[in-house]
């Protein structure tokens, strides 16, 4: 019998076979790549949790979600034994450009459902326009499905107007989920600019406080921001690690690492990156590193990277490449920049979160977007980079549009740099592996040349 969307019980047992499989063989791939930190492993089982375990489980989980965790009762994190307590709610967010901080300064806990899912894409497709951003169709697809309870356990969602998929994705989804658009100013260099953003901020509280039932206070807020703050120190450490020349750890695995973070508490997600961080200054000090000397240092930028669409950076690896670093939103730059807060009253505070979310970020939404060319400079010189690559995916045109911005800045650094185009399913691997195994031995054979 059909549900209300018009997907029966057969339709969703066959998504769930198809998408737990998809995760599945990801993460398998990932862990395989090279020996995986054991206090990476936590994040893993994150991701796992989220999208193989908790899928096939759905009929037993109806009333737990994967992504409100509040404690830990053994030294790494099990999903065993992560438990929540029953009235803490989840607010789902369709973008960086929600401040994590105010959410939890609400008494509520963030949850990006930016997904990569195959299966979730292919049921989207039939409700959002065939040209639509396939990232969109995978939130979509979720939201029809009801078969991913990090999702279906949201009690809001906010989804911030960056495009115009999101911003008719926010008027679609409203039908199956609680929709609060947020709205981005195009610029972001003057103060005004910030002023637009801060007043829809202002806006967001009261709705999220009649979902928490708690209010938003300075002393919650002061909390929300050092919590998240923490994390991100935690991250600027990582960091140090990961600018070493040889490579202490897959790139892919970070990047899982990362994407971990949606489903996770912000202060577990930090106590978890301390560990690693001590296991990667203990690699360090042991010379255990996991690339070669001769090996290209590859940087991804463009389009999100959403777990379990990781075919990018596997393929990077597979052919023979170091994933050295990432400018995507589901990657480092979430996570860069901390608040600055120097006016510690309510409005101050409030204000640094505005100017935190908008002036240092790099997504092309905005008009003048100059600060991404400096930042990716900036990110080439920091992790020895000797090529570019520009993920794109098919319909995402914002970042699109940058190409050819991107490809002039890279040509006067002489730093190549590819465009790769794709999709979400498995029918463009084997293309995307021809072009990317051909990207690095150009430039094998350009790092080659300048030995000679």
């Given at each position: 019998?059909?549900?209300q969307?018009?997907?029966?019980?057969?339709?969703r047992?066959?998504?769930?076979?198809?998408?737990?499989?998809?995760?599945?063989?990801?993460?398998?791939?990932?862990?395989?790549?090279?020996?995986?930190?054991?206090?990476?492993?936590?994040?893993?089982?994150?991701l796992?949790?989220?999208?193989?375990?908790?899928?096939?489980?759905?009929?037993?989980?109806?009333?737990?979600?994967?992504?409100?965790?509040?404690?830990?009762?053994?030294?790494?994190?099990?999903m065993?034994?992560?438990?929540?307590?029953?009235e803490?709610?989840?607010?789902?967010?369709?973008?960086v450009?929600?401040?994590?901080?105010l959410?939890?300064?609400?008494?509520?806990?963030p949850v990006?459902?930016?997904?990569?899912?195959?299966?979730?894409?292919?049921i989207?497709?039939?409700?959002?326009?065939?040209?639509a951003?396939?990232?969109?169709?995978?939130?979509?697809?979720?939201g029809?499905?009801?078969?991913?309870?990090a999702?279906?356990?949201?009690?809001?969602?906010?989804?911030?107007?960056t495009?115009?998929?999101?911003?008719?994705?926010?008027?679609?989804i409203?039908?199956?989920?609680?929709?609060?658009?947020?709205?981005i100013?195009p610029?972001?260099?003057?103060?005004?600019?910030?002023?637009?953003?801060?007043?829809?901020?202002?806006?967001?509280i009261?709705l999220?406080?009649?979902?928490?039932?708690?209010?938003v206070?300075?002393?919650?807020?002061a909390?929300?921001?050092?919590?998240?703050?923490?994390?991100?120190?935690?991250m600027?450490?990582?960091l140090?690690?990961?600018?070493?020349?040889?490579?202490?750890m897959?790139?892919?695995?970070?990047?899982?690492?990362?994407?971990?973070?949606?489903y996770?508490?912000?202060n577990?997600w930090?106590?978890q990156?301390?560990?690693?961080?001590?296991?990667?200054?203990?690699?360090?000090?042991?010379?255990?590193?996991?690339?070669?000397?001769?090996?290209?240092?590859?940087l991804v930028?463009?389009?999100?990277?959403?777990?379990?669409?990781?075919?990018?950076?596997?393929?990077?690896e597979?052919?023979g490449?170091?994933?050295?670093?990432?400018?995507?939103?589901m990657?480092?730059?979430?996570?860069?920049?901390?608040v600055s807060?120097?006016?510690?009253?309510?409005?101050g505070m409030?204000r640094?979160?505005?100017?935190?979310?908008?002036?240092?970020c790099?997504?092309?939404?905005?008009?003048?977007?100059?600060q991404?060319?400096?930042?990716?400079?900036?990110?080439?010189k920091?992790h020895?980079?000797?090529?570019?690559?520009?993920?794109?995916?098919r319909?995402?045109?914002v970042?699109?549009?940058?190409?050819?911005?991107?490809?002039?800045?890279?040509?006067?650094?002489d730093?190549?740099i590819?465009?790769?185009?794709?999709?979400y399913?498995?029918?463009?691997?084997?293309?995307l592996?021809?072009?990317i195994?051909?990207?690095?031995?150009?430039?094998?054979?350009?790092?080659?040349?300048?030995e000679?």
């Amino acid at each position: 019998m059909a549900d209300q969307n018009g997907i029966n019980e057969r339709q969703r047992e066959l998504f769930i076979r198809k998408s737990t499989r998809v995760a599945a063989s990801y993460l398998k791939r990932a862990k395989e790549l090279s020996e995986l930190p054991d206090a990476a492993k936590p994040f893993f089982d994150v991701l796992e949790n989220t999208y193989v375990n908790n899928v096939k489980k759905i009929t037993k989980l109806e009333n737990t979600s994967p992504s409100d965790f509040t404690h830990c009762g053994t030294e790494l994190l099990h999903m065993a034994d992560i438990q929540k307590p029953e009235e803490r709610k989840s607010i789902g967010t369709l973008c960086v450009m929600v401040p994590a901080e105010l959410v939890y300064a609400a008494g509520a806990m963030p949850v990006r459902l930016c997904s990569g899912s195959y299966t979730a894409y292919s049921i989207g497709d039939d409700y959002i326009p065939r040209d639509a951003c396939p990232l969109v169709k995978a939130v979509m697809g979720f939201g029809k499905i009801k078969a991913l309870p990090a999702f279906d356990n949201c009690s809001l969602l906010v989804a911030p107007v960056t495009c115009d998929c999101k911003k008719k994705l926010a008027g679609t989804i409203d039908s199956v989920k609680d929709t609060i658009p947020l709205h981005i100013p195009p610029l972001k260099k003057d103060d005004a600019d910030t002023e637009i953003f801060l007043k829809e901020l202002y806006c967001l509280i009261p709705l999220l406080e009649n979902v928490t039932g708690e209010q938003v206070t300075a002393k919650s807020l002061a909390e929300g921001i050092n919590m998240v703050g923490n994390a991100r120190y935690e991250m600027s450490e990582f960091l140090k690690y990961r600018r070493h020349d040889l490579s202490l750890m897959s790139g892919t695995q970070v990047m899982a690492v990362m994407n971990a973070y949606s489903y996770m508490p912000v202060n577990l997600w930090a106590k978890q990156m301390h560990r690693l961080n001590e296991e990667m200054k203990l690699r360090l000090s042991q010379g255990r590193f996991v690339s070669r000397k001769n090996q290209p240092r590859i940087l991804v930028t463009g389009s999100p990277i959403a777990f379990p669409n990781i075919k990018v950076p596997l393929l990077i690896e597979e052919m023979g490449g170091v994933l050295a670093a990432d400018e995507t939103c589901m990657g480092e730059r979430g996570l860069y920049d901390p608040v600055s807060v120097i006016d510690a009253s309510f409005d101050g505070m409030m204000r640094s979160l505005a100017s935190r979310y908008t002036k240092p970020c790099t997504c092309p939404v905005f008009v003048d977007n100059s600060q991404r060319i400096y930042r990716i400079k900036q990110m080439i010189k920091e992790h020895k980079i000797q090529g570019v690559i520009y993920h794109v995916l098919r319909g995402c045109l914002v970042y699109d549009y940058e190409y050819q911005l991107m490809e002039d800045a890279m040509g006067k650094m002489d730093i190549p740099i590819i465009r790769v185009e794709s999709d979400y399913n498995e029918e463009d691997v084997e293309q995307l592996r021809i072009r990317i195994e051909a990207f690095i031995e150009l430039i094998k054979l350009k790092e080659l040349k300048k030995e000679a």
